[in-house]
């Protein structure tokens, strides 16, 4: 059974940083992608970075330069490392498996999903 | 910003056939696969068609998705009371290189 779980969430002040990890189990981990997807309070789902198996790294516009994606196989977890925090990045925040090694063609299994907000 | 336009609200009553489109554009929904998603009231999505009109193991077959040109469309026939959720269309856009969700559409069993 696919298992993924988010931690690493909370409280921060704008400016400040968080490192989310995803623990995974219950798949090939090194064999697939891995996304994560965010959703901010009564909003839709967003998109914020994927990894491909062999580490090609995709990033939505709106975290480019701020988040960075990571995986240690060795672990089976991949990582969302979130600097400059800001207000409009409160959302829930998914670890999604990818259907494949690339990235391109989505995610079937999701976590739970790990709060972080942003706030003074 | 959302690529991906889906409406806003769907409703049936029980038994019923309900359909949502999802509306983009020649480097996502006209170059890639779509998938959709099902969210329940306070849950994580859950996959229910995926390479635009195939059912994941488990998925009713009241689910059923096409595509075409630049649109996709997800349809439920027989709806049921546990339907009612939250439906989100996806694909890879090429030109921003990286997943688009659709704008999502709340269905609503009367």
């Known amino acids: 059974e696919v298992q993924l779980l988010e931690s690493g969430g909370g409280l921060v002040k704008p400016g400040g940083s968080l490192r989310l990890s995803c623990a995974a189990s219950?798949?090939?981990?090194?064999?697939?992608?891995m996304t994560w997807v965010r959703q901010a309070p009564g909003e839709g789902l967003e998109w914020v970075s994927s990894?491909?198996?062999?580490?090609?790294?995709y990033y939505a516009d709106s975290v480019k330069g701020r988040f960075t994606i990571s995986r240690d196989n060795s672990k089976n977890t991949v990582y969302l490392q979130m600097n400059s925090l800001r207000a409009e990045d409160t959302a829930i925040y998914y670890c999604?498996?990818?259907?494949?090694?690339?990235?391109?063609?989505?995610?079937?299994?999701w976590g739970q999903g790990t709060l972080v907000t942003v706030s003074s | 910003q959302s690529v991906l336009t889906q409406p806003p609200s769907a409703s049936g009553t029980p038994g019923q056939s309900v359909s949502i489109s999802c509306s983009g554009g020649?480097?996502?929904?006209?170059?890639?696969?779509v998938n959709w998603y099902q969210q329940l009231p306070g849950t994580a999505p859950k996959l229910l068609i995926d390479?635009?009109?195939q059912r994941p193991s488990g998925v009713p077959d009241r689910f059923s998705g096409s595509r075409s040109g630049t649109s996709a469309s997800l349809a439920i026939s027989g709806l049921q009371s546990e339907d009612e959720a939250d439906y989100y269309c996806?694909?890879?856009?090429?030109?921003?290189?990286?997943?688009?969700f659709g704008t999502g559409t709340k269905v609503t069993v009367l």
């Open positions: 999604a498996k990818g259907r494949m090694t690339t990235a391109w063609l989505g995610v079937d299994y």
């Open positions: 219950g798949f090939m981990f090194n064999s697939y992608a």
């Open positions: 990894i491909s198996s062999s580490e090609t790294i």
């Open positions: 020649s480097t996502n929904i006209g170059a890639n696969t």
């Open positions: 390479s635009s009109n």
């Open positions: 996806a694909a890879w856009d090429d030109s921003l290189n990286g997943c688009v």
